[in-house]
């Protein structure tokens, strides 16, 4: 039994995917709020959001601003513990990640035209195929995440006691 | 009854298309009406030229054929004079208003026409423009006559009617005020057209209450209301129909037992006695003899006709299946009501009354329309069947109703046989389209009417502000699925209406969980609760609402305008404030680079601003402010007081300020003398400029920052890329790739920060309106986000010059007028709301959508469109009716807040045939226009051309599935459709969607931005332009306008078949005429209409039709200008020679001949037969 360099990738990771089923679970709120947002449309966000907040703020634009800013640490951090992963050699769990960022890159790749980063355009966001898109692609990311903490935490335990 | 009725009027409408040449008025008619009749015997006896299932259809089934066709005859010996009393005796009601409750609602009616009279002036200084393409004659033909009918002088519809014919309309008052007597003595030319909506409702009605009252109005106090109400209606009205619709919730229960077709009849056998009981009560017996002639020919012919002709039968049937309908419900109308019950003897004369102006008018049409044609024909009937023609689709809408029993059943039992063999629907007839050579109807083409029962039909919504793609809702998305069309509705929220109620309360009635408003197609539980017709909840009424101030009476909250009218109009407490009303604000922001200069526009812009400074809309808190910018911005200071306006110049553009905040927008009567000098200088200014650059980004920043305060609107006018500071853009259409039929790239916006900026601007309220005039390439697909997204409109002047292109010139002129003069409304949000089960999913237009159901709008304008997709999410079942609700918050330019709120019901359908049957083609068409132009920027250009073919190749297979034994080699589409592969093929060749042909990247998003913007009838020219042959106007089927005679020439179809050598044409393109001069063309139209000794000496550039004083220059000027009259924006004319080259122009838009790039017509149509048959 060794600390090896493939156990503290699978802590890591263990740790961050922890952080990415919360950036999952607060994406499917964002949605799921702006979905339903017109039962009390002004004051949801207001407290996140205090330098916009006036009168006609749009929670919309919040929302998505919110949700943009989550969205590139998300990418962010997965693309960092996958490449930890294939410098531990651990290919059958790179594997399993390679869609999820192939996924990634394409979304990021096929955004809309925007000035700064992000992947929601207010303008469309409440176009119903998009909304419905955007919130199953939280619910499916969630059950990855999910699937993968578990196969994390086996997959450190496995490697610690095996070495 | 009904059936000579119904025959007379099937003449009409038959003829209507070939007579529309020959319906003369005048003396001159007698050779025309000659053959008309021909072709009318001929259509008749000789058997059906036109529909080949039909005589079909009498063989297969004889029992059903001859109960119908056998009934009329029977009926008519018997009926005529009962009906005829009834009207005497309803006549004398109403003169000597003996009988209480009728004069009691007959009072109500005045009084509210009265109120409708004062406090509802809403009219927007576009009467005509209305009348004319509000004209979709059948709500609002229905609306005139039979809504307010009794109100003579003031009637608001009346006069909205009288615009756009005057001839037509005349009668229709006449009678209403004048009584039965009048309608039955003197029949008017009138009658043939209303009455055959009428006819159509009738028919209609019997089953449709059936469905609509099935469900829900669980008690008879209900009914109670209803039928009071319709009632009263009948009486005031006159109308025939209104009968029918009074005596409604009867033929509910005797439809609701036997449920099959044929008991129906036999109901209606033993109803027919009791109103004959009532013949001898007839009073007047003057009226009683002529229209007893008139029946009696009707009867003979008829009966005739339903024996002999293949042709009639399908048309007889329709009627028989209406007729113990209508029948049934009068006769058993007294039954149920209960204050006739009381007492028999009076009861039944009441009862019978409103059933009887039926036969009269009825008669009427068919007496006149057919034997003693000539006077009918003279005046009116041109007019009106050019109205009413259209609505073939319409009509056939409800005829399908009476035989709906028999078609269910036939449907379930037979399959995909019942198409074939029951007698069908007009709009379900199937077509041949690859062999039906003229398939576009002489007469422009109008919007189905929803299969309603009468009374919800009248108070429906006008189809100009709410139109659906299906009149019938499919019950679930499979059925929507399966029936392959677009389901979405097409608002025109803002239009220009000439009569609204508006409405003045404290508290607005509401749904308490829905928040729709109190409309007609609730249904009141008693006098203190209403079913809201949404979401289904049961609400109080409040006290307020009791009190009905047109009738000053209390207790009848069923009666408040905003339970009869679908369209209404309240004045908004402060609940509906967030902050004070805003005042109106306008600011200019002018490109004065030397490109601009040398465009001139300034000249025409000032000139117009100067014109129109007094007729801005606002209040005395307006205010206006300029700015102009080329590598600079100019702010101008015209604070009161000062002598001069002082121009200030930021240079500074990469960190915008405000140089003096306060003093840059300024009240515009108090500053007016200052703003005329800066309006007079400003052409001038500029002159010497060298400045090439455009600072655009900076200064519309700059402009955000002034207007942010308030919100308003802002006017940018550009000539050219903008090339610096934030927002700059680069060239980036490459004019090789013009007419590739490959790749269309770069339709979608360069950069997001006009898109953030409009974003900003729709936050801060503030709409941008963009004005481009450029002769170059200004990448409007990036510029055009700056209106889009802040409700704003979008102009486009491609080669702008004032000299050197006067009709783009004239154009700005114009369209300057319109835009400064025009309503406006600010810091609007428009919520769509419809039934529970239904839901929003895609909007198309100019706004942001703030959230799943409510649009966020800066600035509302009158000519502003919007589409919805709509999804079915839930099944239904449960329901027969759903509604769409609109609701337009916005502060009016006198800062008022108000609310419109239309109201659109329509029946939900469970058989894929009755969604067929109520397609609105025209309708779906936008909306799939709107969806094109999303997936051509979404995705690619080939990609919305490929959706857009295979839209009607997945329709027409799935309906070719749905009549399994016809042959599969042809291609069938239901005469609903029958114009859909057309319009498709003149999207594709639309310049938004076209391939192959030389397209400038900035025209094509152009037109994809009047796509999304445009309102449906704008649209519609721009799709499918009317061809009119000009060279040969008569006044045959003129119709009349403020004493002028406009002439209406038949539609020509779009193809150079068409074009004779020898003609000249217009062509009506919505934004741009076309006239088309032959080479052969008589000269002495070429003297008379343009000035011009022969063909050669018609100059290259003609865009005026002088002012001769020959009759045929007359004629072609004020069929111009009626055509004109009917939009808000003014076309600019082109005469276009046969041989200059500007004829490229005229050409392209022939969209049924065939381009090197495109298909034809007829190959369009084998490409779909291919594709369906793969």
């Known amino acids: 039994m060794a600390f090896t360099f493939a156990a503290f990738c699978y802590m890591l990771a263990l740790l961050l995917t922890a952080a990415l089923i919360f950036f999952a679970i607060w994406h499917i709120i964002a949605f799921d709020e702006l979905k339903t947002d017109y039962k009390n449309p002004i004051d949801q966000c207001n407290t996140l959001n205090p330098i916009l907040e006036n009168v006609f703020v749009f929670n919309l634009i919040h929302i998505c601003m919110r949700i943009r800013k989550l969205v590139l640490p998300e990418y962010l951090i997965h693309a960092f513990f996958c490449v930890m992963f294939l410098c531990a050699a651990e290919w059958l769990t790179l594997g399993l990640n390679m869609p999820l960022l192939a996924y990634h890159i394409w979304r990021y790749m096929s955004r809309p035209v925007m000035s700064g980063p992000g992947l929601y355009d207010p303008t469309t966001i409440m176009n119903a195929d998009i909304l419905a898109y955007c919130q199953k692609e939280g619910w499916c990311k969630l059950a990855f995440y999910l699937l993968a903490f578990f196969y994390y935490l086996y997959g450190m335990i496995y490697v610690l006691v095996s070495s | ?1174």
């Open chain 2, 1 to 1174: 009854m009904q059936v000579p009725s119904g025959y007379g009027l099937y003449h009409q409408n038959y003829i209507a298309p070939s007579g529309h040449y020959s319906q003369g008025p005048g003396k001159m008619t007698s050779l025309p009406l000659d053959t008309q009749r021909d072709d009318y015997y001929s259509g008749l006896y000789t058997g059906s030229t036109q529909n080949v299932v039909t005589p079909s259809t009498v063989n297969q089934q004889p029992g059903a054929q001859q109960m119908y066709s056998r009934g009329p005859p029977a009926v008519v010996g018997s009926t005529p004079g009962s009906f005829r009393g009834a009207a005497a005796s309803s006549a004398s009601h109403l003169h000597t208003s003996a009988s209480p409750p009728y004069s009691s609602f007959v009072n109500h009616y005045n009084s509210s026409a009265l109120y409708s009279a004062n406090s509802s002036v809403a009219s927007q200084g576009f009467p005509s423009t209305c009348g004319h393409y509000a004209m979709s004659t059948v709500s609002n033909a229905v609306y005139p006559s039979v809504s307010y009918p009794s109100l003579p002088a003031g009637d608001p519809y009346g006069q909205m009617f009288t615009s756009q014919s005057t001839p037509p309309v005349r009668p229709v008052t006449d009678n209403s005020f004048s009584g039965q007597n009048t309608a039955i003595s003197h029949p008017s030319p009138l009658p043939p057209p209303p009455s055959q909506q009428y006819h159509q409702q009738q028919s209609l009605s019997g089953y449709n209450t059936l469905s609509w009252s099935a469900p829900g109005l669980p008690s008879s106090a209900q009914d109670n209301l209803i039928r009071n109400h319709t009632g009263s209606l009948a009486t005031t009205s006159n109308t025939p129909t209104n009968t029918v619709a009074g005596s409604l919730p009867c033929p509910v229960m005797q439809n609701v037992l036997p449920p099959k077709s044929s008991p129906t009849v036999s109901s209606s056998a033993s109803a027919r006695t009791p109103p004959t009981a009532n013949r001898p009560v007839e009073p007047v017996a003057s009226v009683a003899q002529p229209s007893e002639q008139l029946q009696q020919k009707g009867v003979d012919s008829s009966s005739t006709t339903s024996s002999a002709s293949p042709m009639p039968n399908s048309y007889d049937a329709l009627e028989g299946g209406s007729y113990p309908d209508m029948l049934s419900s009068s006769a058993s109308s007294p039954a149920p009501d209960p204050a006739p019950e009381s007492d028999p003897a009076p009861a039944s004369a009441p009862a019978s009354a409103p059933a009887a102006p039926q036969p009269s008018k009825m008669a009427k049409p068919f007496g006149y329309g057919y034997p003693t044609l000539q006077p009918g024909y003279q005046n009116a009937t041109a007019p009106l069947n050019s109205g009413v023609q259209p609505s073939n689709p319409v009509y056939s809408g409800f005829q399908q109703y009476p035989q709906y029993p028999g078609m269910n059943q036939l449907s379930s039992s037979l399959g995909g046989l019942s198409l074939q063999s029951s007698p069908q629907p007009e709009s379900l007839r199937p077509v041949n389209l690859t062999q039906e050579r003229n398939i576009l109807p002489m007469t422009p083409v109008w919007a189905p009417v929803p299969n309603l029962n009468l009374e919800l039909r009248k108070l429906n919504c006008s189809p100009d502000s709410f139109r659906c793609t299906l009149t019938n809702i499919p019950q679930t998305q499979a059925l929507l699925n399966k029936a392959k069309l677009p389901l979405g509705l097409l608002l025109h929220p803002f239009r220009d209406l000439t009569q609204l109620p508006v409405i003045t309360s404290n508290t607005i009635v509401r749904c308490r969980s829905c928040r729709t408003y109190i409309n007609p197609f609730v249904s009141f539980i008693d006098q203190r609760r209403w079913k809201c017709n949404l979401c289904y909840r049961v609400n109080d009424v409040p006290e307020e609402f009791m009190y009905n101030p047109l009738t000053r009476s209390y207790g009848e909250p069923h009666k408040r305008p905003e339970v009869q009218n679908s369209t209404v109009e309240f004045i908004a407490s402060s609940d509906y404030m967030l902050r004070p009303p805003q005042p109106a604000v306008y600011l200019f922001v002018l490109d004065v680079s030397h490109n601009a200069v040398e465009a001139g526009y300034l000249t025409i812009l000032c000139q117009s601003l100067l014109e129109n400074l007094d007729k801005l809309p606002g209040d005395s808190r307006t205010r206006i402010g300029f700015m102009t910018f080329d590598s600079t911005i100019h702010f101008y200071n015209l604070q009161e007081g000062l002598s001069q306006p002082q121009m200030l110049i930021v240079s500074d553009i990469d960190d915008v300020f405000l140089p003096t905040p306060d003093s840059l927008l300024v009240n515009l009567y108090e500053s007016k003398e200052l703003i005329k000098d800066l309006l007079n200088a400003l052409p001038n200014m500029f002159t010497n400029t060298r400045e090439t650059h455009s600072a655009l980004g900076p200064a519309l920043q700059a402009a955000f920052k002034l207007m942010s305060p308030t919100g308003g609107r802002v006017s940018v006018f550009q000539t050219q890329l903008p090339s610096l500071g934030a927002g700059l853009l680069q060239s980036r259409e490459d004019p090789n790739q013009r007419s590739s039929t490959k790749v269309v790239q770069h339709l979608g916006p360069a950069t997001d920060f006009y898109k953030k900026l409009a974003l900003d601007c729709s936050g801060q309220q503030t709409a941008v309106d963009l004005f481009l005039l450029s002769s170059q390439y200004s990448d409007l697909a990036s510029l055009a986000c700056m209106s889009k997204y802040s409700a704003g409109c979008i102009y486009y002047y491609p080669s702008f010059h004032y000299t050197h292109n006067p009709s783009q010139a004239e154009k700005l002129q114009k369209d300057l007028k319109r835009y400064l003069t025009r309503k406006i409304g600010f810091e609007a949000v428009m919520r769509i709301r419809c039934t529970k089960g239904l839901s929003m999913h895609t909007f198309h237009g100019n706004f942001f959508v703030r959230s799943t159901d409510l649009l966020s709008l800066a600035n509302i304008n009158p000519d502003a469109g919007f589409a919805v997709q709509l999804s079915i999410e839930e099944s239904l079942t449960d329901t027969s009716l759903v509604c769409f609700q609109t609701a337009l918050l916005y502060t009016s330019s006198k800062g008022e807040r108000r609310i419109r709120v239309h109201t659109l019901c329509l029946p939900v359908v469970s058989s894929l045939a009755d969604v067929y049957a109520g397609v609105d083609v025209q309708a779906a068409i936008c909306l799939l226009a709107n969806m094109a132009v999303d997936r051509s920027v979404s995705s690619s250009l080939s990609d919305a051309r490929d959706a857009l073919v295979n839209a009607v190749v997945d329709s027409l297979s799935a309906y070719g599935s749905t009549i399994s034994n016809l042959q599969h080699s042809a291609l069938i589409a239901p005469c609903s459709l029958k114009l859909f592969p057309l319009y498709v093929l003149a999207l594709l060749k639309q310049k938004a969607f076209r391939t192959g042909t030389s397209t400038r990247l900035d025209d094509r998003v152009y037109a994809m931005c009047q796509i999304k913007s445009q309102p449906l009838v704008h649209l519609m020219k721009m799709i499918h332009p009317n061809l009119y042959r000009i060279d040969r106007l008569t006044d045959e089927g003129a119709v009349h306008v403020n004493d002028r005679v406009v002439p209406q020439p038949p539609l020509q179809k779009l193809s150079a078949e068409k074009l004779t050598r020898d003609g000249a044409f217009l062509m009506d393109c919505g934004s741009v005429f076309y006239i088309w001069i032959g080479k052969g063309c008589d000269n002495n139209f070429i003297e008379d209409v343009l000035g011009c000794p022969d063909f050669a000496s018609i100059p290259q550039k003609m865009t005026h039709l002088p002012e001769l004083d020959t009759l045929s220059s007359e004629r072609a000027r004020s069929f111009i200008t009626w055509l004109r009259d009917s939009r808000p924006l003014s076309p600019i004319l082109h005469v276009v020679k046969d041989e200059s080259p500007a004829k490229t122009e005229f050409f392209q838009h022939l969209i049924e001949d065939r381009t090197e790039a495109a298909f034809s017509y007829y190959e369009f149509l084998l490409h779909i037969q291919q594709q369906i048959c793969k």
